[in-house]
T-cell receptor
Framework: ETGVTQTPRHLVMGMTNKKSLKCEQH?????MYWYKQSAKKPLELMFV???????ENNSVPSRFSPECPNSSHLFLHLHTLQPEDSALYLC??????????????FGPGTRLTVL | QKEVEQNSGPLSVPEGAIASLNCTYS??????FFWYRQYSGKSPELIMS????GDKEDGRFTAQLNKASQYVSLLIRDSQPSDSATYLCAVRGDYKLSFGAGTTVTVRA
């Protein structure tokens, strides 16, 4: 595997389900990010982890719960979601989070549909 | 005021022409600027980064940065049908990358 991988690629869930999204980066980076991309809207940053520590929570509802067990893996735990949470969820990584010159590289995304 | 604004598009250009994409940003302290290409149904792919005023060329792509005017642009020369995609401008402020809504480019054969 190379780059940033995400599983599953597609997910359909009911509002009462609990599911998790997984992201893994093979780039040796130390920062990982979750973004939400809804139709016709800019990418929205959700969470930032730097060296496994959460450094930013961009006012995300508690029904989204991130987990970063190490610098290579990032999870997004989902529970009691709403239909408006349907979107493309993108994981990204960069060398470190605080440097202005870090380029971020994205995974393929998980297309989430909440029924 | 939006942090990052892009020309709304869609932008349709004939094959072989130059596509010009514009982006303005509100944070005067921003230091780094990126262009991502996103094909329909795919994730963003980094195609250019620029940190200093002036032009930066990479193949058929040229990024231009003017920090005084808070403006960054992307030129695609000799546009090809494979360039048809949405182009996202991203600007790095203090701690995070802010994205524009994107400009969709269609290159017609």
């Amino acid at each position: 595997e190379t780059g940033v991988t995400q599983t599953p690629r597609h997910l359909v869930m009911g509002m009462t389900n609990k599911k998790s999204l997984k992201c893994e980066q093979h780039l040796g980076h130390n920062a990982m990010y979750w973004y939400k991309q809804s139709a016709k809207k800019p990418l929205e940053l959700m969470f930032v982890y730097n060296f496994k520590e959460q450094t930013e929570n961009n006012s995300v509802p508690s029904r989204f719960s991130p987990e970063c067990p190490n610098s290579s893996h990032l999870f997004l735990h989902l529970h009691t979601l709403q239909p408006e949470d349907s979107a493309l969820y993108l994981c990204a990584s960069s060398q470190v989070a605080m440097s202005s010159y870090n380029e971020q590289f994205f995974g393929p995304g998980t297309r989430l549909t909440v029924l | 005021q939006k942090e990052v604004e892009q020309n709304s598009g869609p932008l349709s250009v004939p094959e072989g022409a130059i596509a010009s994409l514009n982006c303005t940003y509100s944070d005067r302290g921003s230091q780094s600027f990126f262009w991502y290409r996103q094909y329909s149904g795919k994730s963003p792919e980094l195609i250019m980064s620029i940190y200093s005023n002036g032009d930066k060329e990479d193949g058929r792509f040229t990024a231009q940065l003017n920090k005084a005017s808070q403006y960054v642009s992307l030129l695609i020369r000799d546009s090809q049908p494979s360039d048809s995609a949405t182009y996202l401008c991203a600007v790095r402020g203090d701690y995070k990358l802010s994205f524009g809504a994107g400009t969709t480019v269609t290159v017609r054969a």
